[in-house]
């Protein structure tokens, strides 16, 4: 809501050519509805439009399945951790491998194969299944997501 609120405020100012007296006073009113008495220094002004500024950088999660396979991924490149994990119906028994930027984590064989690791850096993450059967390892599924 309060995003919504200094997108307006700076839209309105710059379609309706108001004078810059009036424009100040609506960027004012803006930041101000967006409760401001509280954290006036997260907040960034140029001229007539206000921002609010984060300091933590910007989580990137991302969760997606490709065969028996899912991945989940949770954070940035400031650091983040993949989980690798069969695909709810679709169990195997093998093991889960994950890897990315700054991590590598080998699973170890079992009926419910899942992994985490933890890295940092920029790059793909990715999850790779392997079942078991006869004595041979079979790539069941490879998800992977961009880490940024």
Not at 34 to 52: E, H, M, P, Q
Not at 123 to 132: K, P, V
Request: glycine fraction near 14%.
């Amino acid at each position: 809501m309060r995003s919504l609120l200094v997108a307006a405020a700076a839209f309105a100012l710059i379609t309706a050519g108001a004078s810059a007296g009036a424009s100040a006073g609506a960027a004012e009113t803006a930041h101000e509805a967006a409760g401001t008495a509280r954290t006036s220094a997260a907040w960034k002004c140029a001229r007539d439009v206000c921002l609010r500024v984060s300091k933590a950088p910007e989580r990137r999660d991302a969760h997606g399945c490709n065969h028996k396979v899912c991945i989940n991924v949770v954070g940035n490149a400031s650091g983040y951790t993949t989980s690798g994990y069969y695909s709810g119906s679709n169990r195997f028994y093998g093991h889960i491998n994950v890897w990315g930027p700054g991590m590598r984590v080998e699973g170890k064989d079992s009926a419910y194969p899942g992994v985490a690791g933890k890295g940092r850096g920029t790059g793909q993450t990715c999850a790779e299944g392997w079942e078991l059967d006869n004595g041979r390892y079979t790539s069941v599924g490879l998800p992977c997501e961009d880490v940024s």
